[in-house]
């Protein structure tokens, strides 16, 4: 089941986003495979909270962007009509 969620959470991730999922995926298989006490259920509350962490964080990055992009258009302009 875990299998089926981190490729449904990928398909709508950049190419970077998708390497460093599978990275963390391979990650915790070795945990399990290590012989520790690990439940085999998933708490769907903690996956979205996951996901929705990593959408502020995405919001956030972007914003940026769009405000130093924003600056320099504006900046140009100034510049252009001098």
Same mark, same amino acid.
């Given at each position: 089941?875990?299998? @089926?969620?981190?490729?449904?959470?990928?398909?709508? *991730? =950049?190419?970077?986003?998708?390497? @460093? $999922? $599978? $990275?963390?995926?391979?990650? =915790?298989?070795?945990?399990e495979? =290590?012989?520790?006490?690990?439940?085999?259920?998933?708490?769907?509350?903690? +996956? +979205? &909270? @996951?996901?929705?962490? $990593?959408?502020?964080?995405?919001?956030?990055?972007? +914003?940026?962007?769009?405000? *130093?992009?924003?600056?320099?258009? +504006?900046? &140009?302009?100034?510049?252009?009509?001098?």
């Amino acid at each position: 089941m875990p299998v @089926r969620i981190v490729k449904c959470l990928i398909v709508s *991730m =950049s190419a970077e986003k998708i390497i @460093r $999922e $599978e $990275e963390t995926f391979v990650t =915790s298989q070795k945990t399990e495979k =290590s012989g520790k006490n690990i439940s085999n259920t998933v708490d769907i509350n903690h +996956l +979205l &909270a @996951r996901v929705r962490k $990593e959408e502020r964080k995405e919001y956030k990055v972007n +914003l940026v962007f769009f405000v *130093m992009f924003a600056a320099l258009i +504006l900046i &140009a302009g100034i510049l252009l009509s001098l």
